[in-house]
């Protein structure tokens, strides 16, 4: 009993002091936020090492937030947001692949999750010129995304275009202007046939149809038999 107590007396403050010194998520969030902003703003003036610097300490920060609250909600939000650093400042794609494809492995289910997986494909695509393995990574994404559920995303759409693209070994402009040009045959209507304006001479003949008085008279009538008439 007595080495329970002194077991208890030495593990509380020890857990007490693990707690106090766990960072909120807020906290941690807020301070990568800060860092990035100071890295664009190192961009902005021309100081690209300094701005890499900047760019590395708020990956890191994002870094600590999924270690310490792997499970947390905003965790897809930070795999998406380390990514995008590693791709729009650092240029560095192999780690935004990696981060992309971690995010898509851990949480599937989420919308970042969806996005993570298609921008795989764009970055093997656009960015590596690696077409091959872009082939591999649309066709996976539209295997499991065979259609947009929310029509304002078009991620299927765009990624059914881009393989198609591939495929054909086309440009996205050659596409487009054969979409246009079945769509300008489909909506065009048939011109109707023009009818022909009438004549003159026979509105004329139709009009002194209608004017004339429509009465019969005998031959053998009278002079008198006209004028009781």
């Known amino acids: 009993m007595q080495k329970l107590k002194i077991l208890l007396l030495i593990l509380i403050p020890a857990l007490l002091l693990t707690a106090c ?44 937030f999924l270690t310490e609250y792997p499970t947390s909600q905003k965790a897809p939000e930070v795999y998406s947001s380390i990514a995008k650093i590693y791709v729009d400042n ?29 921008m ?4 093997y695509d656009e960015m590596l010129k690696d077409k091959e393995k872009a082939k591999v990574s649309y066709q996976k994404f539209l295997d499991k995304y065979p259609k947009d559920e929310d029509p304002n995303e078009k991620m299927s759409e765009s990624a059914r275009m881009m393989l198609q693209m591939l495929d054909e070994n086309r440009s996205i ?28 001479d026979d509105v004329k003949k139709d009009e002194s149809k209608k004017e004339a008085p429509n009465k019969t008279i005998d031959p053998n009538a009278t002079d008198s038999d006209t004028k009781k008439k």
């Open 21 to 64: 010194s766990k960072e909120s998520e807020d906290s941690i969030l807020l301070a990568a936020k800060t860092k990035l902003e100071e890295a664009k703003k190192l961009d902005s003036e021309n100081k690209p090492e300094e701005a890499k610097k900047a760019y590395g300490e708020a990956i890191e920060l994002y870094k600590k």
């Open 90 to 118: 650092l240029k560095d794609y192999p780690n935004a692949i990696k981060h992309y494809e971690e995010l898509t492995a851990k949480h599937p289910a989420s919308k970042e999750g969806k996005y993570g997986m298609f």
């Open 120 to 123: 795989v494909a764009f970055i």
């Open 173 to 200: 402009e050659d596409i487009i202007k054969n979409t246009q040009k079945d769509s300008v045959k489909t909506e065009t209507p048939k011109e109707e046939p023009k009818k022909e304006e009438p004549k003159k």
